[in-house]
């Protein structure tokens, strides 16, 4: 069994604010969180093209979610026949 040393990092409040948009589901650990957004980091340095491509698609899909233009998942099982 491994034994994983842990750290207190002193950060404000509004970086807090930023991680926290990052949160995918509400109990996800500020350890996962940074390291996505090191994912993240290294991943935009070694592939920038790819990363600027995700980048538009995910501000597509987050306008045609403003918009109202989206399925919820009963819909989606409908169309899907589950």
Request: glycine residues 2%.
């Amino acid at each position: 069994m491994t034994i994983l040393e842990t750290t207190t990092l002193k950060i404000h409040e509004d970086t807090k604010l930023q991680l926290d948009s990052f949160r995918e589901y509400k109990n996800e650990s500020y350890d996962e969180v940074i390291k996505k957004v090191i994912y993240i980091a290294k991943t935009c340095k070694k592939q920038p093209e790819l990363s600027q491509e995700t980048v538009i698609a995910i501000e597509k899909a987050r306008d045609r979610i403003k918009k109202g233009n989206f399925l919820t998942e009963d819909e989606a099982r409908k169309r899907l026949g589950l």
